[in-house]
C-alpha cells in the first residue's frame, strides 16, 4: 500500500515563527498536494506539485510556500505563522493519472499558532 | 468547472438503521466521482469510486454508491450502520482527464447513534 506520511500529528507555534509541514510518500507519486481542513469549509486546496521542482498554487495560497526538492517529498511552508493558520493541514499524493486512481492521504497535522 | 455538493451538513443516525449521504455535481463533461471517509483525528481514506460501467459501485465496510448522471448525483449508502461509522464523509469528483485535480464537497459528518 501507498503510504503517505506526515512528520507531525499535533503542532503548537507561536505567531510569527517560521513552520515547516513536511510530508513524504513511498511510491513514486508524480503529484503531491497540501490541503486545510476547517470545519464547514471542506478540504482547501494550498499548493500542488506535479514533478519535482514544480509548484503550483491551489485556492488559497496566500501566506503559504511550498517547496519538493526531492520527488517523495512536499514541504509546506509557514512563512510567519498566524493565528488564522490553526487549521488541519493534510497531506496527499496520486499518480501521474491523478482522475482514475483517486488520491492516497496522509494522517493530518493538526496546527495551533497562539 | 466542477463542483460538488453535499447538502447535509450532518446527519445522525441510530445503529442498525440505513442511511444515505447526499452528493451531487455539476460539470460539462464526463467525470469520476469518488467517495472518502475520514475517522476522527485522520486522514481521508477511499471508500469507492465510479469510473464507468455499472452504476452501482461497491466500496469497503459494506457502503456502496449509485451514480445517476441524468440526475447529476452519486448518493452513498449503507442498510445498516455501525457506531464504528461514525466520521466525515466527503464526496469527489473529477474530470476525465490526466492532470486535472480532485474537487472535494464541503462534507456530511455521520454520527451513528446507539
Known amino acids: 500500500d501507498v503510504k503517505v506520511t506526515q512528520s507531525s500529528r499535533y503542532l503548537v507555534k507561536r505567531t510569527g515563527e517560521k513552520v515547516f509541514l513536511e510530508c513524504v510518500q513511498d511510491?513514486?507519486?508524480?503529484?503531491m498536494f497540501w490541503y486545510r481542513q476547517d470545519p464547514g469549509l471542506g478540504l482547501r486546496l494550498i499548493y500542488f506539485?506535479?514533478?519535482?521542482?514544480?509548484?503550483e498554487k491551489g485556492d488559497i495560497p496566500e501566506g503559504y510556500s511550498v517547496s519538493r526538492e526531492k520527488k517523495e517529498r512536499f514541504s509546506l511552508i509557514l512563512e510567519s505563522a498566524s493565528t488564522n493558520q490553526t487549521s488541519m493541514y493534510l497531506c496527499?499524493?496520486?499518480?501521474?493519472?491523478?482522475?482514475?486512481?483517486?488520491?492516497?492521504f496522509g494522517s493530518g497535522t493538526r496546527l495551533t499558532v497562539v | 468547472a466542477q463542483s460538488v455538493t453535499q447538502l447535509d451538513s450532518q446527519v445522525p443516525v441510530f445503529e442498525e438503521a440505513p442511511v444515505e449521504l447526499r452528493c451531487n455535481y455539476s460539470s460539462s463533461v464526463s467525470v469520476y466521482l469518488f467517495w472518502y471517509v475520514q475517522y476522527p483525528n485522520q486522514g481521508l481514506q477511499l471508500l469507492l469510486k465510479?469510473?464507468?460501467?455499472?452504476?452501482l459501485v461497491k466500496g469497503i465496510n459494506g457502503f456502496e454508491a449509485e451514480f445517476n448522471k441524468s440526475q447529476t448525483s452519486f448518493h452513498l449508502r449503507k442498510p445498516s450502520v455501525h457506531i464504528s461509522d461514525t466520521a466525515e464523509y466527503f464526496c469527489a469528483v473529477t474530470r476525465k482527464t490526466s492532470y486535472d485535480n480532485v474537487i472535494f464537497g464541503p462534507g456530511t459528518s455521520l454520527s451513528v447513534i446507539p
Open positions: 511510491m513514486d507519486h508524480e503529484n
Open positions: 496527499a499524493s496520486s499518480t501521474a493519472t491523478t482522475a482514475y486512481y483517486g488520491y492516497t
Open positions: 506539485s506535479y514533478d519535482v521542482k514544480m509548484k
Open positions: 465510479y469510473l464507468s460501467g455499472s452504476t
